[in-house]
């Protein structure tokens, strides 16, 4: 029986998680979960699974988590040091759900305890990689990557030793709702058209984020960090039917992809589970039912947020933490309706231009830089 602490338990991840642990309830057991301010569906889930710790955001929703959990005995923590309090505690398997800048502090925390982190937040990674996998490295820390462009890649460099022997490292991209459209075809999309991802079941953050193919800049950066690998070995490739998730080409000519539906129960349960393998719930995949697999270059011009990502990987440093802080900025100042589609690549683009005041070889300098990024973001948004 492994117990699990989860971090962002009523999102897609968690619901997820909570899937597969209701399918296997003979080896998975919830130790503690948090949420931002779902109140009623975390309580809904300590019903269910009757977890020891509960983490809320704010005092308020901690009376009202109390209020409608009348007869739970466990701990109920709240806010940024609730969080760390629950990443502390000693548990099998860490899954990190939480969506943004906001998950990197837990993760540190989390890769500090040796054990399991199973990572699904991309942030942690963009903005402050380099420490966290330090971090989890010094601790004997395992970090299982959920992402399943990641976890593919993963899969596929098992048993291989060192990577000097490979040549290149591809995640697909499915192109998101807009691949067919030119880029000023997508000057005027709306946010529920940007949210409508063709394949694939998720927030509204990280749809915006397929939508502009930031998402598969953020995961090349995050594949640099997780596999130690140089930004020239990495590359994306768009694949419409979102089967092939991962592509490792090595240098006797062979190219090895992993294949899968696109459900998340599929990387999820491989880290769950890791190192065996367990049934996801997921059908069997049917590739004479598909009948096809295409593939295309990606138009950087078309797509201009992967090709600020690239750009920021390359220059390392801050700038993967400032790209990511400004490119959080204005995904939610489109979904608030406040600009359009594409000055999202255009907010990210003039925060990168700005100068840096804070360098970033210290992850306490990681929350100035973030503030400073997401300000000047704020600041080219109120100007246009």
């Excluded at 057991?29 to 931002?36: C, E, I, N, R, Y």
């Excluded at 992850?363 to 830089?369: E, K, S």
């Amino acid at each position: 029986m492994r117990q699990v602490s989860l971090f962002g338990a009523t999102g897609t991840i968690g619901d997820n998680a909570l899937d597969l642990m209701t399918r296997h309830a003979d080896r998975f057991s919830l130790f503690a979960a948090s949420a931002d301010n779902n109140v009623d569906k975390l309580a809904d889930i300590a019903r269910r699974f009757n977890p020891s710790i509960l983490v809320i955001g704010e005092a308020a929703g901690r009376e009202r988590l109390a209020a409608a959990l009348p007869d739970f005995s466990g701990e109920i923590w709240v806010g940024e040091s609730g969080l760390a309090q629950m990443a502390q505690q000693e548990t099998d398997i860490a899954i990190m759900g939480i969506v943004g800048f906001a998950g990197l502090a837990p993760s540190m925390i989390c890769a500090a305890q040796g054990g399991t982190l199973a990572l699904a937040n991309k942030e942690a990674l963009v903005a402050g990689g380099r420490h966290l996998m330090g971090m989890a490295g010094q601790h004997g820390t395992k970090i299982l990557p959920v992402d399943s462009e990641h976890n593919a890649v993963f899969q596929l460099l098992q048993g291989q030793g060192d990577l000097q022997h490979v040549d290149k490292i591809v995640l697909t991209a499915s192109g998101g709702p807009f691949r067919d459209l030119s880029y000023d075809e997508m000057r005027d999309v709306s946010t529920a058209q940007a949210v409508a991802h063709p394949n694939w079941d998720m927030g509204a953050k990280i749809s915006v984020d397929s939508a502009t193919m930031m998402n598969k800049g953020l995961e090349l950066i995050e594949a640099r960090h997780l596999f130690d690998v140089a930004a020239d070995k990495l590359d994306a490739l768009i694949h419409p039917q979102s089967i092939v998730h991962g592509l490792v080409y090595f240098a006797d000519g062979s190219v090895l992809a992993q294949k899968g539906s696109p459900d998340m129960r599929v990387p999820l349960a491989y880290c769950m589970a890791y190192p065996q393998r367990i049934d996801a719930g997921v059908a069997p995949l049917d590739l004479a039912a598909h009948g096809r697999l295409d593939f295309a270059a990606v138009d950087r011009a078309q797509f201009p947020c992967l090709a600020l990502a690239e750009a920021a990987m390359r220059a390392d440093g801050s700038a993967p933490a400032r790209l990511n802080a400004a490119n959080e900025v204005a995904v939610a100042a489109f979904l608030e309706g406040r600009i359009g589609f594409l000055q999202i690549a255009e907010t990210v683009d003039a925060v990168l231009q700005k100068a840096v005041s804070e360098g970033s070889d210290d992850v306490a300098a990681l929350p100035a830089i973030d503030a400073e990024a997401r300000a000047q973001a704020g600041e080219f948004i109120a100007a246009l």
